[in-house]
Nanobody, 113 residues
């Protein structure tokens, strides 16, 4: 049974930082490209960042330079370090395999101005 469990969301003020974690089980984590996406109320889901099995990364223009995706294969965990947060970053953040086959339940990030 595949599980992706996100943690680390919360309420912060603009300019602050958060680090999201996503712990995977039930898959051979190291061979999967992983991603973080987000969905704000009334908006379409947005792909935020991707990291390949070899550690190559890609980011949405909206977060480039502020967010960093990383992974620790020894812990079956992918991270999203979010710095200089803005109110428009407020959303539910989801961890998933790049293929979209597996998704976590989401964690809420709220950034107040």
């Amino acid at each position: 049974q595949v599980q992706l469990v996100e943690s680390g969301g919360g309420l912060v003020q603009a300019g602050e930082s958060l680090r999201l974690s996503c712990a995977a089980s039930g898959i051979i984590f190291s061979i999967y490209a992983m991603g973080w996406s987000r969905q704000a109320p009334g908006k379409q889901r947005e792909l935020v960042a991707i990291i390949t099995s070899l550690g190559s990364t890609n980011y949405a223009d909206s977060v480039k330079g502020r967010f960093t995706i990383s992974r620790d294969n020894s812990k079956n965990t992918v991270y999203l370090q979010m710095n200089a947060l803005k109110p428009e970053d407020t959303a539910v953040y989801y961890c998933h395999t790049k293929s979209g086959n597996y998704w976590g339940q989401g964690t809420q990030v709220t950034v107040s101005s």
